[in-house]
């Protein structure tokens, strides 16, 4: 009994790494221990992936939260500069409007007639025209 051991069924299998057979849907396949033992390792995790995706999900983590306070950032500065624009559109319809009243033909007529005595002619001047001598 040393080179097989047993289970409480009675059933028993050898301890040599002799070949298994294994039939799975009617296909025999066999099989022998050390590829038993290989694919137990396959299902394993590595600790070296663990930390690689516990350090890619950190980092995708910052970079979601720098970039939300980025665009937030952008859409304040987005507003405050609506609101400045706003206020020079404002400002230069006032400037624009105020142009328009100061460049009218009668209050330039008036501020020259009080503040600088001109006065209209009320005769039209009168163009000589000199001839050209050549001697």
């Known amino acids: 009994m040393a080179s097989?051991?047993?289970?409480?069924s009675g059933q028993s299998y050898p301890k040599?790494?002799?070949?298994?057979?294994?039939?799975f849907n009617g296909?025999?396949?066999?099989?022998?221990?050390?590829n038993v033992k290989t694919q137990a390792?396959?299902?394993?995790i590595s600790p070296v992936f663990v930390i690689v995706s516990l350090l890619?999900?950190?980092?995708?983590?910052?970079?979601?939260?720098?970039?939300?306070?980025?665009?937030?950032?952008?859409?304040?500065?987005?507003?405050k500069m609506q609101l400045e624009y706003q206020h020079i559109v404002g400002k230069n319809e006032?400037?624009?409007s105020e142009v328009s009243q100061k460049s009218r033909p009668e209050r330039i007529e008036k501020i020259?007639?009080?503040?600088?005595?001109?006065v209209f002619r009320k005769e039209q001047p009168v163009l000589f025209q000199l001839?050209?001598?050549?001697n």
């Open 4 to 8: 097989s051991m047993s289970f409480p």
């Open 16 to 23: 040599d790494a002799s070949p298994r057979r294994l039939i």
């Open 27 to 34: 296909n025999t396949m066999m099989q022998s221990k050390a």
């Open 41 to 44: 390792k396959k299902h394993r």
């Open 56 to 79: 890619t999900i950190v980092f995708m983590g910052v970079f979601f939260i720098w970039n939300k306070m980025a665009v937030n950032n952008l859409a304040s500065n987005l507003d």
């Open 94 to 96: 006032l400037l624009r």
């Open 112 to 118: 020259a007639q009080e503040e600088l005595g001109l």
């Open 131 to 134: 001839e050209s001598t050549n």
